[in-house]
């Protein structure tokens, strides 16, 4: 049987499963696993919907955006392949691009591995890697990524399965892990240096949150700001120290923080009528 008829598994949600199965269904028929309809919205007359994971009937599965803990019996029934974004080993876990920039990693990438039961851990089928250029947001990254999946995924599992590809085993020494982020990473925290600072604003871009901070009980979120690096002073961190035509400045680690527009539940806020010298922001 030729590999482009061959059928496999897929099981995954979000904007990376889409650009996953579409990859895929240029050289395989699917077996879906997933809730998300603008996945299965891809689905052809040729394709079909399994209930759950123990419910495949092929030997070869792949996961991309599937978050559910995959049980050992699972592992041991099936041949399962994972799309993680990131340069492996480092930054198995979730969320690991945000993780990523927020470290000034050199680079970041994607890699298709194969499962096992441990985190991410798997040997390595393909990987792709590219420069941080310490500039572009997190969504960037990630809608390049997605891009590149679309275009590559499908050849790089055919090539696997027909053995023109042999999955290389990871170096755990330069492994790293990291976990979910959840509300509480949105805080700015102006004890961070204002590098640190910067790259948080590169993650928590629209789709995602924005930034956020805490005055007088109210949380805000910050739309536009400025970073502004002065090793001559020590600041009193988080305190606003100017008000003026260009915003709120407020001292941080090393400079200030200069707040062009905040939004309070998605209005914009006059700064000069709602805030105060001398006052903080705290996270």
Known sequence: MEVNKYVIGFAGEGWGAVAALRSLKEYFTIECLSKDQDVTELLSSDDQQVLNFDSFTTEWILCAGYKPIIKRHLLEKYKILNVHYSKLPAYRGLHSTAWAILDGA????????????????????????????????????????????????????????????????????????????????????FNHSLIQIKRMFRVLQRPYPLPKVKY????????????????????????????????????????????????????????????????????
């Open 216 to 283: 007088k009980e109210k949380e805000y979120e910050i739309s536009d700001a400025d970073f502004i690096i002065n090793i001559n002073v020590k600041p009193e961190v988080g305190r606003i120290l100017n008000i003026d035509m260009e915003g709120i400045w407020v001292g941080c680690k090393d400079g200030y923080l200069l707040i062009k527009e905040l939004l309070f539940e998605n209005i914009v806020v006059k700064s000069n009528n709602n805030f105060k010298l001398g006052t903080y922001f705290y996270d």
């Open 106 to 189: 050199k680079e970041l990438g994607w890699t298709l591995h194969v499962m096992n039961e441990f985190v991410d851990d798997g040997p390595i089928v393909y990987q792709q890697v590219v420069k941080n250029d310490e500039v572009s947001s997190a969504s960037f990254y990630m809608n390049y990524f997605n891009s590149e999946v679309q275009k590559y995924l499908g050849e790089k599992v055919r090539q696997y399965l027909t053995g023109k590809i042999i999955a290389q085993p990871q170096d755990k020494t330069k492994a790293s892990w990291v976990a979910k982020r959840t509300h509480k990473h949105n805080y700015v925290s």
